[in-house]
């Protein structure tokens, strides 16, 4: 069983960077699969970003390529999101997510997580 707890959200203007962090119970973190989840009113839940179970290999959607950045802190046990370039369109709650499979890519379908985190909430103004 992994619980996760997300972090660092809040209300920015636009051009403006948050971090997002996710703490992970559970000893093999290391060896987890993590993803990052938007979701905005009205709308189906969107991939932000991810890295495979090792971390060496990521992945981003194609609205925050060249914006976002994932990371992963092992010996804290804690995924990162760093948001920089911030767009109201980015306004959401944003969801970590993890599993325990071990595949070479970054995985970006939702239903593939098996834990997720209960969100926290990023509002980008004009």
């Known amino acids: 069983q992994v619980q996760l707890v997300e972090s660092g959200g809040g209300l920015v203007q636009a051009g403006d960077s948050l971090r997002l962090s996710c703490a992970a119970s559970?000893?093999?973190?290391?060896?987890?699969?993590m993803g990052w989840f938007r979701q905005a009113p009205g709308k189906e839940r969107e991939f932000v970003a991810a890295f495979n179970w090792n971390g060496i290999s990521t992945d981003y959607g194609d609205s925050v390529k060249g914006r976002f950045t994932i990371s992963r802190d092992n010996a804290k046990s804690t995924a990162y999101l760093q948001m920089n370039s911030l767009k109201p369109e980015d306004t959401g709650v944003y969801y970590c997510?993890?599993?325990?499979?071990?595949?070479?890519?970054?995985?970006?379908?939702?239903?593939?997580?098996?834990?997720w985190g209960q969100g926290t909430q990023v509002t980008v103004s004009s």
């Open positions: 997510a993890a599993t325990q499979r071990r595949r070479g890519i970054p995985i970006m379908a939702p239903d593939m997580y098996d834990y």
């Open positions: 559970g000893r093999t973190f290391s060896t987890t699969a």
